[in-house]
């Protein structure tokens, strides 16, 4: 039996050596491998063709001096120029005059110098550069490409000029690959039929679509177009725009959280938050969906609708469930051009003065008639208004005219259970200054007036007509005239009849007004 004794600390001392070994090696390794994959992605420049080849002292170590018809050569791509110095050690050049690169049968720049760098596959161009993909041609003073990755830059201004647009701005990104322009700072883009503005672009020559990520404005001679972010196919001239969007022309606005738009057809469609504006009329329209074309103008409008009248004084609102605004151009006759306006279903309005309900409602702009249909009810100050059709005439921006068509009914609270009755065929009803002064009832007549010595009530007149004329003061009725043949008793107040007290068809409807703006939401 052999016994070999090695002493511990020598043990130790031997396996660190070992991987000390064996760690350098593996570096060593790993940087010939790092140089191998670098030597194998970084392309020299090669020299394809020259007139003249010069070396010299003076033009620095290892510089090569080209003259006439000079010609480079990195990975695919040819680079002509008239002359050059070549630092080959380097991997880059200085060219000079007419300057061409040509990569693949599509892409081709030119410019007045080049400075090329090989390990970064990196042309800046200086000049008069051009850059020429197929349809599309950018200018600039300097332009900066990536051979590798495709990609142009440009930061003193540029323009792109393609079959139906020219493309202006400060600083921009061609992405020859995808087709891709990437604008900033100034951007105009020049269409025959309309201009963009805007800070942020991104464009594709091959789908001509424009993306907006800015303030954005496209000006035509019919309308301007407003968006902070969204596109337009510039081919087509199709819009979807999502951020502070609207379409205005002449007169009139159409905005939304969503906008989208058709130039050919002049049409489009507004959702959340969507207001037209009307600044000749002085009407707001808001609502959740729209649909809408310019010529004639029409605009559809439904979902939580809001319509706002600005009068002289006041304003009215108005709600219901649809409502149509539209343009009428009889034989297309511009200066014979009129329009109406049309809520539909569950019709409630209010103003300060005057409150009304109805089922549907017509507002013509050519005789300024406000027209109320199925069970209409309007409220002017104390007075209660009903008929089978009831219609506003609007005067001056003010309502100085009621009309109340078949079962024309006013009543007004005078007491608690008491109330002052008009009814006839037809009315008619005078205003002045927000207020109902007088009525005059044309066929069939009837009235209940309670009659006062100051604040003491003398009796009770029931009496019939065929024409009587009403006048009121502060909204209460002050005086009755009975103009053709009345009939009538004036009972004392304590030997009416409960029946004589209320007119034939006799409806109080004071739980179903408006008795604020909001409450126009609130069908009953």
């Not at 009889?330 to 049309?342: E, H, Q, V």
């Amino acid at each position: 039996m052999f016994i070999v004794s090695i002493p511990i600390q020598s043990y130790f001392v031997d396996i660190v050596y070992f991987y000390i070994v064996n760690i350098r090696l593996l570096i060593i390794l790993l940087v010939f491998a790092t140089l191998g994959i670098s030597a194998q992605t970084v392309r020299k420049v090669e020299i394809v063709n020259t007139d003249s080849l010069v070396f010299a002292e003076s033009f620095g170590r290892n510089v090569k001096r080209l003259y006439g018809h000079v010609a480079f050569k990195h990975e695919n791509v040819i680079m002509y120029c008239d002359s050059a110095y070549f630092y080959s050690v380097e991997n880059e050049f200085d060219a000079f005059s007419n300057i061409h690169i040509k990569q693949s049968d599509t892409l081709n720049l030119y410019g007045d110098s080049l400075h090329f760098d090989g390990n970064k596959s990196l042309a800046q161009l200086q000049g008069a550069v051009k850059l020429v993909d197929k349809t599309t041609t950018l200018t600039t003073r300097n332009l900066d490409y990536d051979i590798n990755t495709n990609i142009a830059y440009y930061y003193n201004g540029g323009k792109i000029v393609n079959i139906q647009n020219t493309l202006t701005s400060e600083i921009g990104t061609y992405f020859s690959q995808t087709k891709e322009l990437f604008f900033k700072n100034k951007v105009v883009l020049v269409n025959a039929q309309y201009t963009i503005n805007t800070d942020t672009l991104k464009y594709n020559t091959t789908s001509q679509i424009a993306y907006f990520f800015g303030p954005s404005t496209i000006t035509s001679k019919n309308n301007l177009l407003y968006t902070e972010n969204g596109w337009y196919n510039t081919k087509n001239e199709t819009a979807e725009f999502y951020k502070k969007s609207y379409v205005s022309a002449g007169d009139r606005m159409v905005s939304g959280n969503k906008l989208q738009y058709d130039r050919k057809k002049g049409a489009g469609k507004a959702f959340g938050n969507v207001l037209i504006k009307d600044t000749t009329q002085n009407i707001l329209l808001y609502g959740e969906v729209a649909h809408f074309t310019e010529r004639p103008e029409f605009c559809f409008v439904t979902d939580s609708v809001l319509l706002i009248k600005a009068f002289a004084k006041d304003s009215l609102y108005l709600h219901c469930d649809t409502i149509v605004y539209q343009q009428f151009i009889p034989n297309g006759i511009d200066s014979l051009a009129y329009r109406m306006i049309k809520a539909y279903n569950k019709v409630r309005f209010f103003k300060p003065d005057m409150q009304g309900k109805c089922d549907s409602l017509v507002y013509d702009f050519r005789d300024s008639l406000v027209k109320m249909y199925t069970e209409p009810v309007i409220w002017a100050q104390s007075n209660q208004v009903s008929g089978t059709e009831v219609r506003l005439h609007v005067a001056k921006n003010e309502v100085d005219r009621v009309y109340i068509e078949d079962n024309a009914f006013i009543i007004s609270q005078e007491g608690k259970e008491s109330y002052n009755q008009v009814k006839g065929a037809t009315m008619i009803g005078y205003i002045a200054n927000n207020e109902l002064y007088k009525l005059d009832v044309v066929r069939n007549g009837q009235t209940v007036y309670y009659m006062r010595d100051e604040q003491e009530l003398v009796g009770i007149s029931n009496a019939e007509c065929e024409k009587i004329t009403v006048l009121f003061e502060k909204a209460q009725i002050s005086q009755i005239t009975f103009l053709k043949k009345p009939t009538g008793v004036l009972y004392p107040p304590k030997q009416i009849a409960e029946e004589k007290k209320l007119l034939n068809d006799f409806s109080w409807k004071i739980g179903i007004r408006p008795m604020f703006k909001n409450d126009i939401f609130n069908w009953r």
